[in-house]
T-cell receptor
């Protein structure tokens, strides 16, 4: 399968600071990437769709000013959690679409805000 | 409302047993994927099914896409402890949507 790398795997930050998470497709170009959030023992919740060279499309209820997404190249999308608070602590996962039917996921980033 | 209903939500079985996980919807999907996720990691793609009635096999795993493309099943034969994980089905609705709709997942535990 295709390889999608997410970095960092885990991060602890202080309340009020910002955290950037990177998602890279290593062996294919991805015009579209997706960012998900997963709470313990729950399924994945789509936060936003990231399109290379254009603004991200956010799902209802997701604050675009808090979760900044940048998709500057065909292999890299970043999610920045701004002014993080403890309630933002979660498991964030990206996926990259290789073709019309298949998407591959990164290994996820565990964010803990203290 | 959940677009994709997965059942059972939890399943604990002994090594060597067979099991089936179901993914059902009232919507038609252009494609459907099955993923397995282990704690602290991202989902890993197992299979993609596209054609109604399609059956795909991956070693001891058999995936079936319903004729009407509204449902799917995953059957595991002679389960092993290494099969333990969260199994997620995800589908794309017709119309070329880019978004994957996920089921809530089936947490499978295979005891030695």
């Amino acid at each position: 399968g295709a390889v999608v790398s997410q970095h960092p795997s885990w991060v602890i930050c202080k309340s009020g600071t910002s955290v950037k998470i990177e998602c890279r497709s290593l062996d294919f170009q991805a015009t579209t990437m997706f960012w998900y959030r997963q709470f313990p023992k729950q399924s994945l919740m789509l936060m936003a769709t990231s399109n290379e060279g254009s603004k991200a499309t956010y799902e209802q209820g997701v604050e675009k000013d808090k979760f900044l997404i940048n998709h500057a190249s065909l292999t890299l999308s970043t999610l920045t959690v701004t002014s993080a608070h403890p309630e933002d602590s979660s498991f964030y996962i990206c996926s990259a679409r290789r073709d019309i039917t298949e998407a591959f996921f990164g290994q996820g980033t565990r964010l803990t805000v203290v | 409302t959940q677009l994709l209903e997965q059942s059972p939500q939890f399943l604990s079985i002994q090594e060597g047993e067979n099991l089936t996980v179901y993914c059902n919807s009232s919507s038609v999907f252009s494609s459907l994927q099955w993923y397995r996720q282990e704690p602290g990691e991202g989902p890993v793609l197992l299979v993609t099914v596209v054609t109604g009635g399609e059956v795909k096999k991956l070693k001891r795993l058999t995936f079936q896409f319903g004729d009407a493309r509204k449902d799917s099943s995953l059957h595991i034969t002679a389960a092993q402890p290494g099969d333990t994980g969260l199994y997620l089905c995800a589908g794309r609705t017709q119309g070329g949507s880019e978004k994957l709709v996920f089921g809530k997942g089936t947490k499978l535990t295979v005891n030695p």
